[in-house]
């Protein structure tokens, strides 16, 4: 079992930055694979980061260059900073953890954190 807890959403101009972060409930070294995915309204769940145990992230085409994903092991978070938002950033952001065990993949979910880009 792995609970998931986001924080640092909110309400940023366009062009502002935001750190999301997504602290777990267990070591991050014993997650396979960490991520971020996104809803806006209207459209389907969209990932944004994943980062592996290896630590090394891939991002979306629409994020890369301005969404970077980091980790905090001391602290078992996982963290989203991101800079030059635009509107279409606007959505609920999940944080995804993706677990191994005995052969079998298990997913869990945070509650979500709603980031709105708006002037």
């Known amino acids: 079992q792995v609970q998931l807890v986001e924080s640092g959403g909110g309400l940023v101009q366009p062009g502002g930055s935001l750190r999301l972060s997504c602290a777990a409930s267990?070591?991050?070294?014993?997650?396979?694979?960490m991520a971020w995915y996104r809803r806006a309204p209207g459209k389907q769940r969209e990932l944004v980061a994943r980062?592996?145990?290896?630590?090394?992230?891939n991002y979306a085409d629409s994020v890369k260059g301005r969404f970077t994903s980091s980790r905090d092991a001391a602290n078992n978070t996982v963290y989203l900073q991101m800079n030059s938002l635009k509107p279409e950033d606007t959505a609920v952001y999940y944080c995804?953890?993706?677990?191994?065990?005995?052969?079998?993949?298990?997913?869990?979910w945070g509650q979500g954190t709603q980031v709105t880009v708006s002037s």
């Open positions: 267990r070591s991050i070294f014993s997650i396979n694979v």
């Open positions: 980062i592996t145990s290896s630590g090394r992230p």
């Open positions: 995804n953890a993706e677990v191994l065990t005995a052969g079998s993949w298990y997913d869990y």
